[in-house]
């Protein structure tokens, strides 16, 4: 896939096509999960309690930057709970798509880590940017709530006190991950979710994700 003309149209066809996409990793399904593409002033993001493999240009939310509704699609359609979190990421962190996955990798690592996942030595840290193979990656862990756009809050909270992070998970939950477009998004996605499989594995094998390898005798 390549980086599309910058027009309404366009975006909103590379949205419904990135939500196939994440149905077929198992991020977005059961109506669960969300994405959201920034692009100049306007917003373009997916509705709540959709199925999202189904979606048509049609069916999304325009916003602006301010997180008023522009255009909303006809019918009964609501503005994604998860709004509030992706302003955030647009906020403060410059972003310009966010992905939330119900990743059962992501869930299955808020389980195993208390407040915080690291990682160090592993290949798949290179695709988060500003991360080389021999840093460490940390990830923070919040704690869910009943209702979505309650973590809003905590969300600020922690990319405040985590400026390199592109991630927060949300423990038996899912994760929240960013990029400065929906091409650097996509690709953090995909390594943040091989990460959390890797560390929830190696704890399973005895091995310490935090920890770097031991370097072979000569």
């Known amino acids: 896939m390549s980086a599309p003309p910058s027009n309404a149209s366009n975006v ?15 991020w977005v399904s059961g109506t669960g999960g969300g994405i959201s593409i920034r692009e100049g002033d306007r917003v373009t993001m997916a509705p709540s ?24 699609p006809e019918g009964n359609a609501k503005l994604s709970a998860c709004a509030p979190l992706f ?4 906020e403060l962190r ?34 988060i940017r500003g991360t080389g193979y021999h840093d460490e990656l940390v990830v923070p862990i919040l704690e869910n709530t009943a209702h979505e756009c309650d973590l809003a809050d ?11 992070t592109f991630a927060v998970l949300v423990r038996r939950h899912g994760v ?15 390594c943040y979710d091989y990460l959390f499989e890797a560390a929830v594995k190696m704890k399973q094998l005895g091995f310490d994700p935090s920890s770097a390898p031991e370097r072979n005798p000569e």
């Open 94 to 127: 410059d972003a310009g798509a966010v992905i939330h996955s119900h990743s059962m990798n992501a869930m299955l690592a808020t389980l195993v880590f208390g407040d915080e996942l690291r990682v160090t030595h592993l290949e798949m840290m290179k695709g």
């Open 12 to 26: 909103k066809e590379l949205l419904c096509e990135l939500c196939r996409l994440f149905y077929q990793q198992g």
């Open 154 to 164: 905590a969300m600020a909270d922690a990319m405040r006190r985590y400026p390199k």
């Open 49 to 72: 309690g959709v199925q999202k493999e189904r979606l048509r240009p049609e069916d999304l939310f325009e916003l602006d930057v301010d997180g008023r509704v522009l255009k909303a």
């Open 176 to 190: 929240y991950v960013w990029g400065r477009d929906w091409v650097e998004a996509k690709t953090h996605a995909e």
């Open 87 to 90: 302003f955030h990421a647009f």
